[in-house]
């Protein structure tokens, strides 16, 4: 079965009308698959201690239609643009709001302007919203100062609809993700979640999980929300630090910003949650994405590695529940920046082509059967 998509499967918990059409590439019922490597990993590094015996789930959200956790939100905001008859979507993005709205916008049939950061963006990400159409203008300088632009567009007009996560109806869509952790984890027979770790760039999404907890919660679907834990990069960390960074730094270049615009609404979240904020290195970045490559055979863009990189850090300092299920939200697909794998990874694996009959014998002789 195929997914139905968020505005069928979640349409009473969502606020858009029964009658309105929904805008779908059948978004969302992501997998949820345990992490047996990273739960290992996780007892060494607790020692014995807290969380040492702790399960670990990853939710990839890189499987949505464009390969990541943007799709929830468009969906739904898409759909409400639609529905109240905007005839063009506009964004400013770091890449993955990008590509979704370039795709739901030519599912819609409407026009979509993206103003990007010149040379901010992943090229996958860029030729995604090439391939479905979009408009893009490329600004010349960071993502805060493209999001100015399309404030003063969405403002000056209404026809166009800002799709930014300021856009309530985004959050409201990716919320949907907290659902089905929770009904992911009852279903696998793994009791109720205790923390979450994600990435948090602008705090839009971590703001919408606690949202999301917090209606299963009320709904009566949960009986306890799940420490958040937010994860920033070092040179990135507006969140954690409560105060802006004008030259925001990262290899994660979808946490590449500055000045979040949920920063408050995403600390408030984590606090209220119990949970933390969190920072990590490039470095760190780095090498957790191959390591979930080479052990969980699981390929997450470098933002995505990040939540777990805070997770193996949380374990070392003794911050990891042990009272239930951790779950890493691995938020966009590995496919879509392809710049370290094929950089730093292949210069160490790939030399000159070789003749056939060679690369045979050397297999038939057992090289690299360890
Ligand atoms: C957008 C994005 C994030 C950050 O989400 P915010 O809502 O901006 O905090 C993290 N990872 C990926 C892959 C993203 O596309």
């Known amino acids: 079965m195929s997914p139905r998509g968020l505005l069928a499967t979640f ?9 309105v059409p929904a805008v779908t590439l059948g978004e969302g019922e992501t997998p949820l698959v345990a992490a047996p490597a990273l739960r290992e990993r996780l007892g060494s590094l607790a020692a014995g201690g807290r969380g040492s015996r702790t399960a670990v789930y990853l939710k990839l959200e890189g499987c949505n239609p464009t390969g990541s956790f943007k799709d929830r939100g468009m969906a739904v905001a898409v759909t409400r643009a639609r529905a109240r008859g905007a005839r ?14 370039a ?17 901010g963006v992943a090229a996958g990400k860029l030729g995604q919203a090439l391939a479905c159409g979009a408009r893009v203008h490329l600004v010349d300088g960071n993502f805060d100062a493209a999001l100015d632009v399309v404030r003063a567009v969405a403002e000056a007009r209404p026809d166009v609809e800002l799709v930014n996560s300021l856009n309530p109806y985004r959050l409201e869509g990716q919320k949907t993700a907290a ?22 760039g602008n705090g839009g999404n971590v703001t919408a999980y606690g949202m999301g907890f917090e209606q299963w919660l009320r ?11 937010g994860v920033q990069a070092e040179g990135a960390a507006a969140v954690a630090l409560g105060r802006p960074v004008a030259e925001p730094r990262t290899v994660a270049s979808a946490i590449r910003i500055g000045r979040p615009a949920y920063g408050e609404r995403a600390r408030e979240a984590v606090a209220r949650s119990g949970g933390r904020l969190l920072t990590v290195s490039d470095g760190e970045i780095l090498e957790v994405q191959r390591l979930l490559a080479r052990e969980e055979g699981v390929f ?3 933002a995505s590695a990040a939540s777990v990189a805070g997770l193996l850090k949380a374990a070392a300092a003794g911050l990891v529940p042990d009272d239930g299920p951790v779950v890493c ?17 292949a210069s160490a694996q790939l030399g000159e082509p070789q003749p056939p009959a060679g690369v045979l014998e050397r297999l038939l002789a057992g090289e690299g059967s360890a």
């Not at 349409?11 to 009658?19: A, K, Y």
């Not at 795709?103 to 040379?119: D, E, K, N, S």
């Open 11 to 19: 349409r009473e918990f969502l606020p858009l009308p029964e009658d």
């Open 300 to 302: 997450a863009e470098p």
């Open 103 to 119: 795709a739901y916008a030519a599912r819609a049939g409407l026009a979509c302007h993206l103003v990007l950061p010149a040379g």
């Open 179 to 200: 659902f089905e952790v929770v009904e992911q984890l009852r279903a696998d027979g793994a009791g109720e979640p205790a923390a979450l770790f994600l990435p948090v």
């Open 88 to 101: 063009a979507l506009i964004c400013a993005s770091t890449g993955n709001t990008a590509a979704s709205a």
């Open 219 to 229: 709904a009566g679907r949960l009986g306890r929300a799940p420490r958040l834990f």
């Open 329 to 345: 939200v691995l938020t966009g697909h590995g496919l879509k920046d392809l710049d370290t794998p094929l950089g730093t990874w």
